[in-house]
């Protein structure tokens, strides 16, 4: 079984940074696709970016493009958020996610393993 364990949000101003990292355990991640999502209050869960196997193909959901960037460390089973240029609409529980398979796709339905979620907080 696959364990995901998110780290690194908080509280931060609007036009701050922060990282988020999350940490698989219980398999090795290669060959597959990891990503991000993130649920706001009384929104629906958003897709943020994924990253493909070995980490070539990435995709980033409209509303990040250009703020956010996603990379992974495939010796540590790890993969980042660098999220920049924040807004009080990022304001949400971040997700990381896993599929099996190298493809990336922006629906949480194509998603295997999910975290217990971090929240970030951007005030304005």
């Known amino acids: 079984q696959v364990q995901l364990v998110e780290s690194g949000g908080g509280l931060v101003q609007a036009g701050g940074s922060l990282r988020l990292s999350c940490a698989a355990s219980g398999r090795t991640m290669n060959g597959c696709a990891m990503g991000w999502f993130r649920q706001g209050p009384g929104k629906e869960r958003e897709f943020v970016a994924a990253?493909?196997?070995?980490?070539?193909?990435?995709l980033y959901g409209d509303s990040v493009k250009g703020r956010f960037t996603i990379s992974r460390d495939n010796a540590k089973n790890t993969v980042y958020l660098q999220m920049n240029s924040l807004k009080p609409e990022d304001t949400a529980v971040y997700y990381c996610?896993?599929?099996?398979?190298?493809?990336?796709?922006?629906?949480?339905?194509?998603?295997?393993?999910w975290g217990q979620g971090t929240q970030v907080t951007v005030s304005s």
């Open positions: 990253i493909g196997w070995p980490g070539v193909d990435i």
């Open positions: 996610t896993a599929r099996y398979g190298s493809r990336v796709y922006g629906q949480p339905s194509n998603y295997d393993y």
